[in-house]
């Protein structure tokens, strides 16, 4: 035993050498004078954490009884806002798109509430009479069971119309139904076989065009696919697809996705948390945490479904974001409230202690996050703006639980959460090495020591009494986890001047030195802070350069295919539809020749002459490959690949539509004029049906490039007065994704602007915001690149799993959603290793030793936070659309860089380059203290 200090050389010693780092924020060490503190400082020195936790404490019931009442509240609101997501778009204001459907609008007298087409597959699967008779045979039986289903679907679908009109107290709703045997047989049996059947005949589609109420429209649907699920003939398959059929099984797909998370997502990721923290029981805190937050965030979601468009995905991002952020505040919170007990405090001043450091960091992150999802707002499209939005709320949802719930919850529960579990100690965190092992000792507060504080007794005898304590020999390896820590440790509790709270101070034993220095993270970092560690950055950026280059080919593809549930019933009739009829027959464009504006009729030559001119054009095999010959346009001037004169066109308008013209060639000629031009008879349009899928790279490239010849045709005067434009197909989703990526480099300028601002702000530096975005470009650089190469270049065809498999396209949407997520992400991993370094720093240790010790007590932490994060999001590539295993993978493939290469590995090295500069301007104490040396104190 040791002789014993004199007691006043010790309580003096203890008070320098126990400045905590919240009070040295004014950037002084403690035996430096004081300067007077900047606005910065000033602000440090607001402790919201000091007022904040005796209220949870004094309040607790109340803040668990307000949450709580969010639990009823959102079990009605979160279906309900499931229920009004939706994926349709709207074209652009003034984009050609918005133009082409005004002018569609206004000349055939079309209401706004036109929705898009149904389509019926009619598929022949009973063969009993033969092979040479088919659909459109009417000699055949077969003909009279398809044309009989189609009359009664004529029959349904105006019943449903007439009770629309009904409820809506008006007339003006409708449904027109296209198909083979609306007369089409009697009156022009060639065309409509050609336009309604495949080549054998056995195959045929039924088109419903209908304007009604948004509101209905979804039942009016699901109407119709029932009802032909109910009454299709034994002898017929009948399937049903279409663009509102689509948004409601996507839908049931994310319904399907989020109870996958549900189910298998959260338990492996709360396994992980109990893992870490040590202490199975404390699992039930993030539960409580995470079913709060996700419906808090559905309640305040539900209104914003009812006045804006949101996508049916974001639900699941939303639920991802929720599951990731609360275990990963819980686990920043809970890995430092149990760190605090372990050092001898009680629960409210550990919970002081846990919010103004935890705290602190999760607010920093979770603010920065939801800055990052804000710039969302800056998208012309409601659809995107709204994904923002849900998870900002999901975000800020996350935050404010956490801050207040889960302080709430350990004041209520106490003990009978907080008590560590010593087998889960022995099983997980108690092995040299590992920095988790402070964490499982447990109640530290000597016998003499508690006496002291019951008793009120003053500082100075707290002190003379611990002192004593301080001198017995360490914690050995052999002795029981439940001794007091305190008793064992050389550890002072000093009396704060400002109140009354004890706080536990741990000192770095021979022990704790030995534990650091055998840890990976001592050993990793070491590596990184010597003269190699430049080194292995640049090794690390020659490695990742080529995956960073491909990030410019980023695709941005509108293919239905991304987008749709792998198996669903609209998806299979849609896929049945294209291998039938082609997969341009699904978006069909309209070729409007408008002479409205200078009053010319469509029976004038010059009509024909302007359709000669922009036809011949488009149908050029070597300018337009996706509509090489004139089969793919019909109206008056070409029908089935055949050119119609202005002579031949007005001979069969003479000749007339019914039975009363024997030619048939003219009465199917007379039949599409009808039906094609408009009533004002100023306009007409030629059906575009594309060799290629409209929404594919091919498809776009077709009416990008047609558009620029309409608009040359135009700057030299060949159109003659006549306004062409091209309506329906992919043009509305074209024009809104390409207006949606003209604003993406602005979003993420104005994002990376906010990062910088915001990470200058909390770190009261210049460098800090500049090392955040190096990495974080890094970062995205290298999971933009991967992506392409795996879903471009086929990369992980091997795999044989769909999920990963070679798209050739990227859909459009994940690049987006994925940005924001990236650099969130980023920074809450970046935010919570650097403020734990600058802690450190702050009380006098130097650069090197703050950043070992840094490393070493969130190094554990960080890891088990991207699993987590990578669990939540890895989800995702699991989802049944492969829009969402694109998006999944994007955040899979950053998490695991950023947990395992950036934060670990190349920060590190940065703050060793960067050595006394790592936080310039800020002002920081005078280096006095070192990682190794055996009475630095450490809160």
């Not at 999760?362 to 939005?389: M, N, R, Y």
Request: include cysteine; hydrophobic fraction near 45%; charge should be negative.
């Amino acid at each position: 035993m040791s002789p014993k200090p004199n007691e006043d050389d010790t309580a003096s010693e203890t008070l320098m050498q126990t400045q905590s780092y919240y009070n040295a924020a004014d950037g002084l060490a403690a035996n430096e004078a004081a300067t007077e503190p900047s606005f910065y400082e000033r602000m440090q020195e607001v402790q919201v954490a000091k007022v904040w936790a005796p209220i949870c404490n004094k309040y607790k019931w109340v803040v668990l009884g307000i949450w709580f009442v969010f639990w009823p509240l959102g079990a009605v609101c979160m279906p309900k806002f499931i229920d009004n997501t939706d994926s349709t778009f709207e074209a652009p204001s003034g984009s050609p798109a918005d133009i082409a459907e005004d002018t569609y609008h206004e000349q055939y007298n079309i209401t706004e509430d036109t929705q898009p087409e149904i389509l019926i597959l009619m598929e022949r699967t009973d063969f009993s009479e033969g092979e040479d008779v088919n659909l459109v045979d009417p000699g055949s039986e077969i003909f009279n069971i398809s044309r009989a289903f189609t009359d009664d679907l004529v029959a349904y679908v105006q019943t449903l119309i007439d009770e629309i009109n009904e409820d809506e107290k008006t007339d003006e709703y409708f449904a027109n139904v296209g198909s083979y045997y609306n007369d089409l047989y009697s009156l022009i049996p060639h065309y409509g076989a050609l336009t309604y059947a495949t080549e054998d005949k056995q195959t045929l589609y039924v088109g419903i065009a209908n304007g009604m109420p948004d509101g209905d429209r979804e039942d009016f649907n699901e109407d119709i696919r029932d009802w032909c699920e109910d009454n299709a003939p034994d002898q017929i398959k009948v399937q049903a697809t279409g663009t509102t059929l689509f948004t409601i099984d996507t839908r049931s797909g994310t319904v399907s996705d989020m109870e996958m998370m549900d189910t298998i997502v959260l338990p492996l990721s709360l396994a992980t948390l109990g893992y870490i923290v040590g202490n199975v029981a404390l699992i039930l805190v993030p539960i409580i945490t995470i079913i709060t937050s996700i419906l808090v965030s559905g309640t305040f979601m539900y209104p914003v479904a009812l006045t804006m468009q949101v996508t049916q995905f974001t639900p699941s991002i939303m639920m991802s974001l929720t599951i990731a952020m609360s275990i990963d505040y819980s686990l920043f919170l809970l890995t430092r409230l149990t760190e605090n007990l372990a050092f001898g405090a009680d629960l409210e001043p550990a919970v002081e202690n846990m919010l103004e450091h935890a705290g602190h960091t999760i607010v920093a992150s979770g603010s920065t996050l939801i800055c990052c999802f804000l710039g969302f707002l800056f998208f012309p499209l409601d659809l995107l703006k709204t994904v923002g939005i849900g998870a900002s709320v999901a975000i800020a949802s996350c935050l404010v639980v956490n801050l207040s719930l889960l302080p709430a919850l350990m004041f209520v529960t106490g003990d009978r959460f907080l008590k560590p579990s010593e087998r889960m100690a022995k099983l997980c965190c108690n092995e040299p090495g590992n920095p988790g092992r402070y964490r499982m000792r447990v109640t530290p507060v000597s016998e003499e020591a508690a006496a002291v504080v019951e008793s009120e007794t003053s500082a100075e005898n707290a002190k003379a009494v611990i002192s004593e304590t301080a001198t017995e020999p360490a914690l050995s390896e052999t002795q029981d986890l439940a001794e007091p820590l305190l008793a064992n440790a050389n550890a002072e509790l000093v009396k704060e001047e400002e109140g009354d709270l004890l706080r536990a101070v741990e000192a770095d034993t021979e022990e704790d030195i030995e534990d650091m220095r055998q840890s990976v993270w001592y050993k990793s970092g070491s590596y990184l802070l010597s003269p190699k560690g430049p080194y292995v950055l640049l090794g690390l950026l020659i490695v990742m350069a080529p995956f960073c280059y491909y990030w410019v080919e980023t695709g941005n593809s509108l293919s239905f295919d991304l987008f749709l549930p792998k198996s669903c019933d609209s998806r299979d009739a849609y896929d049945d539809f294209g291998a039938d009829f082609g997969l341009g027959t699904l978006s069909t464009y309209k070729l409007i020749f408008d002479g409205g504006d200078e009053n010319i009729q469509v029976e004038s030559e010059t009509c024909f002459e302007v359709m000669d001119t922009v036809i011949q054009r488009l149908s050029d095999p070597d300018e337009f490959p996706a509509s090489p010959s004139l089969m793919n346009f019909n109206g008056i001037y070409s029908l089935n690949g055949t050119q119609i004169s202005y002579e031949e066109y007005m001979d069969a308008v003479a000749c007339g539509t019914y039975t009363s013209c024997d030619n048939e060639k003219q009465r199917t000629i007379a039949t599409v004029g009808q039906r094609q031009n408009s009533p004002y008879n100023t306009s007409t349009y030629s059906s575009v049906i594309l060799d290629v899928d409209a929404y594919s790279a091919d498809g776009t490239e077709w009416l990008s490039d047609a558009r620029d010849l309409i608009d040359e045709l135009e700057k030299e005067g060949k159109l003659q007065g006549y306004s062409v434009v091209l309506q329906a197909g992919a043009s509305v989703m074209y024009d809104a994704v390409d207006d949606v990526y003209d604003s993406f480099p602005l979003m993420i300028g104005i994002t990376l602007a906010v990062v910088f601002l915001l990470v200058a702000f909390f770190f009261n530096s210049f460098m800090a915001p500049l090392r955040s975005v190096f990495t974080i470009g890094v970062t995205l650089m290298f999971c933009y690149g991967l992506a392409v190469l795996v879903y471009q270049y086929a990369w992980l065809d091997w795999l044989a799993w769909d999920s990963v498999e070679d798209s050739g396209e990227i859909a459009w949407m994940p690049p987006l959603m994925a940005f924001s997520i990236i650099v969130g992400l980023g920074l809450d991993y970046d935010i919570f290793l650097a403020s734990r370094v600058l802690e450190f720093r702050m009380m006098g240790y130097d650069e090197n030793s703050a950043v070992l010790k840094g490393l070493y007590k969130t190094g554990g932490i960080i890891t088990a936070a991207g699993t987590i994060m990578a669990i939540a999001f890895g989800g995702l590539i699991f989802a049944s659309e492969l829009l969402l295993n694109q998006f999944g993978f994007y955040i899979f493939v950053a998490v695991i860089m950023d947990t395992f290469v950036v934060r670990t590995i190349m920060v590190p090295i940065l703050m060793g380059l960067s050595g006394k500069y790592t936080w310039w301007p800020a002002k920081l104490p005078a280096e006095t203290r070192s990682w190794d040396t055996p009475d630095s104190l450490v809160q």
